[in-house]
């Protein structure tokens, strides 16, 4: 299921993506595949000496190792002016360094990634308490039933039925009740959080791109109205204070708000 | 017996909630103040706003003819209105508790009196409304001439308030963020305080018996109920959750709505508590801690043989509440 969603974002994000992750052709391991220098340079290395041990035929190696150049370096500007991103099944891995003009890209991978694995532990550690809870009732509920000394009826069953939710609702409510499993969960509802807010900043920045309008944009734009509205309130207030005969009781700073927002319907 | 059950299921599918002729008599955002028509004639001269939580909708107080609070109390001559808080969406991610309380429910009341020409009313709130409405009354003892709370949590940490247990664990700024609460998800959480009941053995119930067309509507109006769950304006929640769940500041203090403090001391009205002892969601003690917090000489409790819901939908509470709450208001 993991691996289905990642393809998922992946592929999504093959779509939106015009940062490709440059050519990723024999990345060393443990490094971005979306930057590889340090191959180029062992490339660049292994082609200048085959260049300089040429001997008497230096044109044909001179035109090799500009042919290499050409080749090797042809794709390094790929990454910045657009050429579509290569299919990639797996993000970034975590320890790697960000590097290059994409670094950026590759950060918001691999914080979703790692976002998506916090995610996917807490739920396995729900469903081992979840588990143990069940096996927990299960045994409880069996060992406490004898072999059925009459045939069963439909409302035997219904009873044995309904003894079983019983069994299950205590053997559950124990667990639910204890320290880990609440921790269990709290963890899951962060780790959700996480993955929720990574997988907007990194769509954030795919709407940037399109200029699109984004939910940070609207966020902001929802404070400013709110702090408008409240300095036209105190604005109010104020007038309607200065405008008081002087000893008479004053409204309530509520009911002004009420007066502000509410609509009599008749 | 199965196919007839799926038979009498999709029959019923269609099943609206709300039986009691209503008018829309005054609105603010997304909120509705609704005023219920009599049934019985000339309604009590003090109104009864009613106040329900935000995180279901308020017609499980109207469910059906045979199953309504609402028309319990207006069949005792109650003068009944009702706050619908409507469906939160993306701009109201910033709505905070003081919005609520200070600004969408105080307009409530403040257009009731006008209208009416008073200067208080009875108010019954439900849940977290009950929560909402204690506040209320300690912000603004002048209006407010009685006070019923309903399943109504005060304090949020007894020993077997389960869901506090999670809520004090949890990271709320990581869980909301700058958005609203799904109120998906948080059912989700509901249902996970009794999962087998709440998600096989209510079903596998209604293989019990022959399929009544009543019973089976009955089931599907509440059924509706429960998975229509409005999302929760991200602020507020967020208040809700670190301000009462996790540091309990109606017992412990500290509590401040608009920059004034609540103090459920200082509610010296009448108060009526009524309590459902089966109530899985706000536990019995919870509700209980309200005597000893209320500054009230005149205070009721009463506690039902009931759970959450069915203190407004079981046959039993139609019998019971609103008979209760009416004989208690008219004594005042």
């Avoid at chain 1, 150049?69 to 797996?90: H, K, N």
């Avoid at chain 1, 072999?147 to 299950?168: F, G, N």
């Avoid at chain 1, 409510?173 to 997988?199: C, P």
């Avoid at chain 2, 999709?10 to 028509?37: F, N, P, Q």
Wanted: glycine content about 8%.
């Amino acid at each position: 299921v993991a691996a289905d969603a990642w393809r998922q974002w992946a592929a999504f994000a093959a779509l939106f993506n015009p940062m490709a992750h440059a050519s990723a052709a024999g990345a060393l391991p443990g490094s971005s595949p979306g930057f590889a220098p340090f191959l180029d340079a062992e490339r660049f290395a292994a082609a200048a000496r085959a260049f300089h041990q040429s001997g008497e035929d230096s044109q044909t190696a001179a035109a090799a190792f500009g042919d290499f150049l050409r080749d090797q370096f042809g794709g390094v500007l790929d990454g910045m002016w657009g050429r579509s991103a290569p299919d990639r099944s797996t993000p970034p891995p975590p320890e790697a360094a960000a590097l290059g003009p994409t670094r950026e890209q590759q950060e918001r991978w691999q914080r979703l990634a790692a976002a998506w694995s916090r995610l996917q532990d807490a739920q396995r550690s729900l469903q081992r308490l979840w588990s143990d809870a069940l096996g927990e009732a299960a045994r409880t509920f069996v060992s406490s039933r004898g072999a059925a000394a009459a045939p069963l009826t439909p409302e035997t069953i219904h009873r044995l039925y309904d003894a079983w939710i019983d069994s299950a609702e205590e053997a559950y409510a124990r667990m639910a009740h204890g320290e880990t499993f609440g921790i269990a969960l709290a963890q899951a509802v962060k780790s959700a959080g996480e993955w929720r807010d990574e997988s907007a900043a990194l769509i954030e920045s795919w709407a940037k791109w399109l200029d699109w309008p984004t939910r940070s944009e609207i966020n902001s734009l929802s404070l400013r109205v709110r702090a408008l509205e409240e300095k036209q309130r105190e604005a109010n207030r104020k007038n309607e204070t200065a405008a008081r005969p002087a000893g008479k009781k004053p409204t309530t700073t509520t009911a002004k708000k009420r007066t502000a927002r509410g609509k009599r319907k008749r | 017996m199965t196919a007839n059950l799926y038979a009498a299921l999709s029959a019923a599918r269609h099943c609206a909630a709300g039986c009691t002729e209503k008018d829309e008599v005054w609105r603010s955002g997304k909120l509705r103040l609704y005023r219920y028509r009599s049934i019985s004639g000339t309604p009590g001269a003090v109104p009864l706003l009613v106040v329900y939580a935000l995180v279901n909708r308020p017609y499980m107080m109207d469910l059906e003819p045979d199953r309504s609070l609402i028309r319990g109390l207006l069949s005792r001559g109650l003068d009944v209105y009702l706050i619908d808080w409507g469906y939160p969406d993306g701009s109201d991610r910033f709505t905070t508790l003081e919005d609520y309380l200070e600004g969408q429910l105080v307009g409530c009341v403040d257009e009731i009196l006008k209208v009416r020409g008073l200067d208080a009313l009875n108010l019954l709130g439900v849940c977290q409304g009950g929560v909402f409405s204690l506040c209320f009354a300690a912000l603004h003892p002048e209006r407010v001439r009685n006070l019923i709370t309903m399943v109504t949590p005060v304090d949020f940490h007894t020993s077997t308030d389960l869901l506090s247990k999670w809520a004090r664990k949890i990271d709320v700024e990581a869980w909301v963020g700058q958005a609203n609460v799904s109120g998906d998800v948080l059912n989700q959480l509901f249902l996970a305080l009794m999962p087998f009941r709440l998600s096989q053995q209510k079903y596998v119930d209604l293989l019990r018996v022959p399929p009544d067309t009543a019973r089976i509507e009955n089931f599907m109006r509440v059924e509706r109920w429960i998975y229509d769950s409005p999302d929760q304006a991200g602020a507020a929640f967020r208040e809700f959750v670190v301000w009462f769940y996790q540091q309990n500041r109606f017992l412990r203090g500290g509590l401040e709505i608009g920059g004034r403090s609540v103090d459920l001391h200082n509610l010296e009205l009448p108060i009526l508590n009524l309590i459902g002892t089966r109530d899985h969601l706000v536990p019995p003690a919870s509700s209980r801690a309200l005597r000893a917090l209320a500054g009230s000489r005149d205070f009721t409790t009463l506690e039902l043989d009931l759970g959450h819901i069915g203190m407004y939908v079981s046959a039993r509470a139609q019998r019971q509440v609103p008979a209760a709450i009416g004989d208690w208001l008219a004594a005042r």
